[in-house]
């Protein structure tokens, strides 16, 4: 029986540990999987998706409304795709609209559109004081409740203001092991 090739949907928000991200998708296409990205307005301040398309051998998605050559209503074409959806570097601002029902850019809405048995991996990266904010351990408390949603809390270590906290995003090998073990 031949092996069906599982499909990965990976969100990039903005953050400086977006580089990172590269990574993590080389790591997927090295193992076999499809992967497919899609970018918010502010990602693309710190990776190119000239980059992600590149890395990933398939256009990338940064805009509701952009033409790609389909019939398809994208949103949710793209979330019926996908066999699992992880977001790294996860964003305060993103995963605050996640976590309230949010759907203002092509991520949230495609996040929204996922279907009951497309498992989600949530990587948020911050500042510390972010992270800690009450706010947002409220909004991870509510993003634990469903099901198919996983949060990987970030790692302690130095940031990229300079200080070292609570807020770094874990090692692509960590995450790729992690989204290995969500997608079985």
Not at 93 to 119: Q, R
Not at 132 to 147: D, F, L, Q
């Amino acid at each position: 029986m031949k092996k069906t090739k599982k499909n990965i949907l990976v969100g990039v928000t903005g953050g400086i540990a977006s580089y990172k991200t590269c990574e993590l998708v080389r790591l997927f296409v090295k193992d076999g999987f499809s992967v497919k990205v899609m970018m918010t307005e502010s990602a693309v301040k710190f990776v190119s998706p000239l980059v992600f398309q590149n890395l990933s051998g398939n256009p990338v998605y940064t805009q509701m409304f952009q033409t790609l050559n389909t019939d398809n209503i994208q949103h949710i074409s793209l979330s019926q795709w996908a066999d699992l959806c992880v977001v790294a570097p996860l964003s305060a601002n993103t995963l605050s609209k996640i976590a309230n029902g949010i759907c203002d850019n092509f991520l949230t809405t495609v996040i929204c559109a996922l279907n009951s048995k497309t498992k989600a991996l949530f990587v948020p990266a911050m500042n510390e004081n972010m992270w800690k904010n009450p706010i947002i351990p409220g909004n991870v408390k509510k993003m634990i409740t469903i099901s198919k949603y996983t949060i990987l809390n970030p790692q302690t270590g130095d940031l990229a203001c300079g200080v070292s906290g609570e807020g770094r995003m874990p090692d692509p090998e960590d995450i790729f092991k992690q989204a290995k073990l969500s997608i079985k």
